[in-house]
């Protein structure tokens, strides 16, 4: 293979050169100096990254470690939430809260749509047993985005906690969490943080501080609590990661160099490019309004097979694109934006995505649609520093 593999995955993602030669260097102690001060200059900057003035855990688990350590130190057996979901992971929260014993109120969307806010003011204003809301900003299983800010305003009116998953959303789209007001924010290395899997990020308000000091923790690795008071020694409770630590005090460079503005005008750029050049070939956007910024979902013709449409692009033009999950697969084509990936290797992306849908005999929109695409993320990019980026709606 000649060509240059292009992972357009929503995680894992391809990784800058400065990331990857942070990662390879050797092996610091992590109870000692050294790595205490890379571990406290990047406590500092995770509190910009996250938009609160609390502190941010740094956790050695993959995401999915995070939003377990949310739910079984926030809440207690037999308490109960709402669990506003629309994909896969809204799923694998009512999951995890299951094997908490919590009792789960479902709120659901349609795979496509997002839960609307205005629904959970209902729901919660039906059930005033529900302690807490337990939603994903970005829905990574289709494309989805949450009207989170929204929601904020609804839990915060009643005083309950709202727990957000951001892990396909931190570092790719504005989640400002104590503007927000949002109770719990977590997020894992591999998807907007320029970093492998393995490492996940977790962090509180006032409010859920108060809260889980008042729970028993569920689990003996995950105890927030002791965590933080070993973070003010500049040590974390276990072992750390510490060359994903390392990585991540690179990747923080990269990101606040540049401005959190010019990362999230970057995503919104490409996520114009992703979403013009998927309609200019003719094909459905599976999240037609609420969309993520790191993530597109394309609805494959009816009667193309898109495990040979993903089979063609990698193998032909190597990249390495998502199919649909569960009763999606074969379905849809997601297609990652996220990570160390650019306006070229999207375009590359969307010319292997054409490829394969005209191969497995699909039809194809317009001859032109890479220069659709482009117009469309140049025009994205022409939106004045200052000027607000448009939230969901283009
Ligand atoms: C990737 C992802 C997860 C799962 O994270 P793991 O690191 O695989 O545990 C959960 N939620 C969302 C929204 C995701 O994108």
């Known amino acids: 293979m000649l060509d240059k593999i292009r992972l357009l995955t929503p995680g894992p993602t391809p990784l800058p050169e400065r990331v990857r030669l942070a990662l390879a260097k050797d092996m610091l102690h992590h109870r000692k100096n050294e790595f205490a001060a890379i571990l406290r200059r990047v406590l500092e900057r995770l509190r910009l990254l996250f938009g609160t003035q609390g502190p941010v855990l740094p ?113 790719l789209s504005p989640c400002p969490m104590d503007e927000w007001g949002i109770d719990c924010l977590l997020t894992g290395s591999q998807k907007g943080l320029l970093l492998p899997p393995g490492l996940a990020l977790l962090a509180l308000s006032p409010r859920a501080w108060k809260k889980t000091k008042n729970v028993t923790p569920g689990c003996y690795y995950f105890n927030p609590v002791k965590e933080k008071a070993c973070l003010e020694k500049g040590q974390t409770l276990f072992t750390s990661s510490v060359n994903l630590i390392v990585g991540l005090d690179e990747s923080l460079s990269i990101l606040l160099e540049n401005g959190l503005d010019a990362v999230y005008r970057k995503q919104w750029a490409l996520t114009m490019l992703t979403r013009s050049g998927v309609s200019a070939m003719g094909l459905d956007l599976f999240a037609p309004e609420n969309f993520a910024w790191g993530i597109t979902s394309a609805l494959l013709p009816e009667g193309v097979d898109g495990n040979l449409v993903l089979r063609v692009a990698a193998e032909k033009y190597s990249v390495i694109m998502a199919g649909g999950q569960d009763h999606l697969k074969g379905r849809i084509v997601r297609i990652g934006h996220m990570g160390w990936v650019d306006w ?44 607000p980026i448009p939230l969901t709606h283009s």
């Not at 970005?138 to 915060?156: D, F, N, Y």
């Not at 992306?349 to 191969?359: M, S």
């Not at 317009?366 to 520093?385: G, I, S, T, Y």
Request: a negative charge.
């Open 344 to 387: 070229a290797d999207v375009t590359a992306g969307l010319y292997a995505l054409n490829c394969g849908i005209v191969e497995a005999g699909g039809c194809c929109g317009a001859r032109d649609f890479l220069e659709q695409a482009l117009a469309a993320w140049r025009a994205a990019l022409a939106v004045k520093p200052g000027e």
């Open 59 to 171: 956790l050695s688990c993959s995401g999915t470690g995070a939003m377990t350590a949310a739910v079984y130190s926030l809440f207690q057996p037999g308490e109960k939430v709402l669990v506003a979901e629309a994909g896969k992971f809204g799923r694998r929260w009512e999951q995890i809260a299951a094997s908490r014993g919590l009792g789960v109120v479902r709120l659901s969307a349609p795979w496509g749509r997002a839960v609307q806010a205005a629904d959970v003011a209902t729901a919660l204003a039906t059930d005033p047993a529900i302690a807490g809301v337990l939603v994903q900003l970005s829905e990574t299983s289709t494309g989805v985005l949450h009207p989170v800010r929204e929601m904020a305003e609804i839990t915060r009116a009643r005083d309950m906690l709202l727990v957000v998953d951001g892990i396909s959303a931190v570092g």
